[in-house]
């Protein structure tokens, strides 16, 4: 009798709890059913087969469920969280923008391995259109879309849609890991210039204070000068039209009105002066007169005051 004891050595506890297995996978417009499953091209999150969830239950993973995915043949790899176990037998559904990554065609075979990731901490994207600048709130955007996503990784470019637009972002640099979680984390979010974005050209503006120069004094005739004497035309008692055209006498600078500038201007601030006058300050003899003082009158008496007889 023959015995082998290959077998009899127990297997390391790393590799029981570890699931890993080969679908083909497809994008998630090629999912049967009548319901629209486009919330899933918004997300990082793949629908796997129910014998996935079944195999999984028996081993003992830690949550969330988190996977690496492979493509042996471009020797590309991502991480994905799992939405649902409700694909056919073999086959699991990924988001359009994840095939792309890892440069899989539709029926390609791709490993999916349950790994244990780190708690993201910083992450940064380089957004890849400048159209991204126009959005008011960038990180506000960002942060809400990154709900639908599980995990992160240096490398991809993912994408997520806005107002009905699609933008894309590479993933820069993530830390502590070049592949994090980001569930139930604080994560600070940086951004990098656009891909193709161009810094403005900055002119030099020399600005050159304006000097009190002697203007033309034909160009204050639009400017309020106010009263002036002996400028009107005249009459002459015979009818005659002669001799009684206005010579007005030459306008002097002294004459021109201008305004007092605000020396306390500053760019940005309006400021409305009306004209209002002050109101004059009351004195104190016109305070005692106008003020009133009860009993202060004087009496009269109806017997008069004399000697008696």
């Not at 490398?155 to 980001?182: C, F, H, Q, W």
Request: proline fraction near 7%; charge should be negative.
């Amino acid at each position: 009798m023959f015995s082998f004891n290959m077998f009899d050595q127990p297997i390391p506890r790393a590799f029981q709890n570890r699931f890993s297995t080969q679908y083909r996978c497809y994008s998630v417009s090629m999912l049967a059913g009548p319901n629209d499953r486009s919330d899933v091209e918004k997300g990082g999150k793949i629908i796997m087969p129910p014998s996935a969830l079944d195999q999984l239950s028996r081993l003992n993973i830690t949550y969330p469920m988190l996977f690496k995915l492979t493509n042996k043949n471009s020797d590309r790899m991502t991480h994905c969280g799992v939405l649902e176990f409700v694909a056919d037998e073999g086959i699991c559904y990924l988001p359009h923008w994840m095939m792309q990554n890892l440069l899989l065609e539709e029926g390609g075979l791709v490993q999916v391995e349950s790994v244990n990731l780190m708690v993201a901490t910083y992450s940064k994207f380089q957004p890849q259109s400048p159209d991204f600048l126009d959005i008011t709130n960038p990180k506000a955007v960002l942060e809400n879309a990154l709900r639908n996503f599980a995990c992160l990784t240096t490398g991809d470019v993912i994408a997520i849609n806005y107002n009905e637009k699609i933008y894309e972002l590479r993933v820069m640099e993530t830390k502590p890991d070049k592949a994090v979680s980001i569930i139930e984390c604080d994560m600070n979010v940086d951004f990098d210039a656009p891909l193709g974005y161009k810094e403005p050209e900055r002119h030099s503006q020399h600005h050159e204070e304006p000097t009190e120069e002697e203007g033309d004094p034909s160009s204050y005739a639009e400017m309020d000068m106010g009263f002036r004497a002996f400028t009107g035309s005249g009459n002459r008692l015979d009818g005659k039209k002669k001799g009684i055209e206005p010579s007005p006498a030459p306008i002097d600078p002294s004459d021109i009105k201008r305004g007092i500038p605000n020396y306390d201007y500053k760019i940005g601030r309006i400021t409305f002066i009306r004209n209002s006058r002050p109101q004059p300050k009351k004195t104190d003899d016109e305070d005692g007169l106008s003020r009133f003082i009860a009993f202060s009158g004087e009496g009269q008496s109806l017997r008069k005051k004399g000697r008696k007889p």
